[in-house]
Nanobody, 118 residues
Framework: QLQLVESGGGLVQPGGSLRLSCAASGSGFTIITMAWYRQAPGKQRELVAI???????NYADSVRGRFTISRDNDSNSGYLQMNSLKPEDTAVYYCKVLARIRRFQEYWGPGTQVTVSS
């Protein structure tokens, strides 16, 4: 089994930065892709950024150039560096991984709140 826990959320002023972390725990798994999603109140959950096991990345247009996704395969951890934050970035941010244990399966973390406000 695999469990994910996000951390690093909080309240930040517009223009500020936050770094989110996603830690995977368990045994016998191999993480294929890691991704960050977000869901703002009254809106659907949307993909923010994704990174493959080989390090290829892709970003939503709304965050490209401001956010950077990375991962540490040795520690099974992922990160989302968020710079130049805007009020519209306010949302609950979720980590999702595609992992192989006995089969390929997706796992979600419980989420961490990011609030951008003055």
């Amino acid at each position: 089994q695999l469990q994910l826990v996000e951390s690093g959320g909080g309240l930040v002023q517009p223009g500020g930065s936050l770094r989110l972390s996603c830690a995977a725990s368990g045994s016998g798994f191999t993480i294929i892709t890691m991704a960050w999603y977000r869901q703002a109140p009254g809106k659907q959950r949307e993909l923010v950024a994704i990174i493959t096991s080989g390090g290829s990345t892709n970003y939503a247009d709304s965050v490209r150039g401001r956010f950077t996704i990375s991962r540490d395969n040795d520690s099974n951890s992922g990160y989302l560096q968020m710079n130049s934050l805007k009020p519209e970035d306010t949302a609950v941010y979720y980590c999702k991984v595609l992992a192989r244990i006995r089969r390929f399966q997706e796992y979600w973390g419980p989420g961490t709140q990011v609030t951008v406000s003055s």
